[in-house]
């Protein structure tokens, strides 16, 4: 079995602690590899080597840093299927899939090579007799970021282009789940040219998450994981100085307005809900039609499509669907529909008793399709993100009505109506409390030069992922004010405001 290790000062280098876990093929079930859990040890040296290149790398000129991610970008796409194959072979997704992450992933890059542009400042020309100010934007230091297991290649690529663009350097610390793409990311940033030292991966947990928080010479923390953990992160993080952006889980509502065409909304929610089993930050869980008739109408529709996924590996060309990441993810989606049917929803398409007939992958993590209809707000199916191939359908009268469910809910990552009413679509986008918002669109996940990022739970933190929001977190302001007169004044004057 291989070992998976950190990647500190441009070399893959071994753990100083003995803590190891194994890795698991989620699509048989079978551990593949032993992943070394890192120690403050490890997190420090990885920082000391950041901590040294930074001087260099933050002065180095933009353009130039920009020129080493565009060759980074070049061998991302040359290689893309190398790297989708090691996160489907992970995480469980399906191939399409992952190269589908990779592209987004690759976006952040081509955002960040146009650095010189985004890295331009602004100056105000005689802000007194002869005096000038203009602002510039510096990089911080040594950032971190923290990623979960659902996109182990685009998360830690929404982060690190931006940071590297704008001069930081950065440690990243993957999930323990899917650790491998971040190694391979790592090897190609040399390959582009990126000096030792100047974008490093420490491996583990908690023990790693805690040293990054706890060290000095971090001086700021990008996340992405579950709520509860976003929010520890936050607090942490803030009480000890850092900046900190962490972005957290989602429940997102799909709003089906009696107007909609039934067939195009259903197809929409069929990959959004379904994709990646569920596991999306992004992932419609909850559809809210509205109006008498709706719910059958969109129920009908969805039903035997729910029926129909194709459930299998995610290198299998017909699997619509893979696994979920872990045995225990799958129990968890499992006790779910319980918990939901046990509460009084109907369980119009059951995934529990999915076989996976295919040799070899019998002991696979496979959830199949599942569709409960009549859930309430009350219900643990509908409060919680299950993170699973589970849609719940929550029956409302009215447009007002579906937006005072959206309201009620702790989380706002993304939401999205489908209609024909421009009245009702413009009403949603500019009063719904939700931080990304499609209109006819299952899944408005912002391009790289727009911004990612939720709110209420889905967020702690002022800036969003990515373009200019990525930029402002990553860079603070200096302003400078500059007095060229032609003549210096030779007679003292006493200063005054204004
Ligand atoms: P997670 O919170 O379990 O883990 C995320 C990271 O935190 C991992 O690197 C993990 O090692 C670390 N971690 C876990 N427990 C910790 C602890 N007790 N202390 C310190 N660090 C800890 O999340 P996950 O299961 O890997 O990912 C799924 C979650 O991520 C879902 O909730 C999903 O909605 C969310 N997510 C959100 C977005 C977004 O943009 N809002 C995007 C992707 C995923």
């Not at 080597?49 to 933050?58: G, I, L």
Request: proline fraction near 6%; include cysteine.
């Amino acid at each position: 079995m291989s070992t998976i290790s950190h990647y500190i000062d441009g070399e893959v280098v071994q753990s100083t602690s003995n803590r190891t876990q194994p890795v698991f093929n989620p699509a048989t079930g079978q551990a593949i590899s032993e992943l070394q859990l890192g120690n403050a040890k490890d997190l420090a040296t990885a920082v000391a080597a950041a901590k040294r290149e930074f001087p260099a790398w933050s002065q180095m000129p933009p353009l130039r840093r920009a020129r080493i991610l565009d060759k980074f970008k070049i061998i991302l796409w040359d290689r893309m299927d190398e790297l989708a194959e090691a996160i489907t072979l992970e995480h469980g997704k399906t191939f399409d899939d992952a190269k589908g992450e990779v592209t987004r992933g690759l976006e952040v890059v081509e955002f960040a090579t146009s650095a010189p542009s985004f890295l331009k400042s602004d100056f105000s020309e005689n802000v007194g007799t002869g005096v000038d100010t203009y602002n510039v934007r510096q990089a911080l230091g040594v950032v971190a970021g923290i990623t979960p297991f659902n996109f182990p290649a685009m998360v830690p690529m929404w982060m690190f282009p931006v940071a590297l663009a704008c001069g930081n350097t950065f440690v990243l610390k993957p999930s323990e789940r899917d650790p491998s793409p971040s190694l391979l990311i790592a090897q190609w940033l040399k390959e582009a040219g990126l000096p030792d030292g100047v974008f490093n991966v420490v491996q583990g947990d908690k023990e790693v998450v805690d040293a990054i928080l706890e060290h000095p010479d971090v001086k700021a923390v990008s996340f992405v994981g579950s709520t509860p953990i976003a929010k520890y992160i936050y607090v942490t993080g803030i009480t000890n100085g850092k900046r900190v952006q962490a972005l957290g889980g989602a429940k997102n509502h799909a709003v089906i307005m009696p107007d909609a065409d039934m067939d195009m909304a259903a197809n929409a929610i069929m990959g959004a809900a379904y994709g990646s089993a569920g596991e999306r930050c992004m992932a419609i869980s909850v559809v809210v039609p509205v109006g008498e008739g709706t719910g059958d109408a969109i129920v009908s529709a969805l039903k035997p499509k729910v029926e129909a996924l194709s459930v299998g590996p995610g290198m299998d060309a017909e699997s619509e669907m893979g696994p979920l990441v872990t045995k225990q993810a799958q129990e968890r989606v499992l006790s779910y529909i319980d918990a939901g049917e046990t509460s009084g929803a109907d369980v119009v398409v059951d995934g529990r008793n999915f076989n996976q007939a295919k040799q070899g992958y019998e002991d696979g993590y496979y959830v199949g399709g599942t569709l409960l209809d009549n859930v309430t707000p009350d219900m643990s199916v509908y409060r919680d993100e299950i993170f699973g191939p589970v849609l719940s359908v929550v029956r409302r009268d009215t447009f007002a009505d579906a937006v005072d469910l959206i309201h009620g809910h702790q989380y706002a990552n993304g939401t999205a109506i489908f209609t024909r009413d421009g009245d009702a679509a413009r009403n949603f986008a500019q009063n719904i409390e939700v931080g990304m918002v499609g209109i006819n669109v299952p899944i408005p996940v912002p391009m790289a030069f727009h911004s990612f990022g939720g709110w209420k739970a889905s967020i702690f933190g002022d800036h969003a992922m990515h373009g200019m929001e990525g930029v402002r977190f990553y860079t603070r302001i200096k302003t400078t004010t500059t007095r060229w007169p032609a003549k210096l004044d030779a007679e003292f004057k006493m200063p005054t405001l204004g």
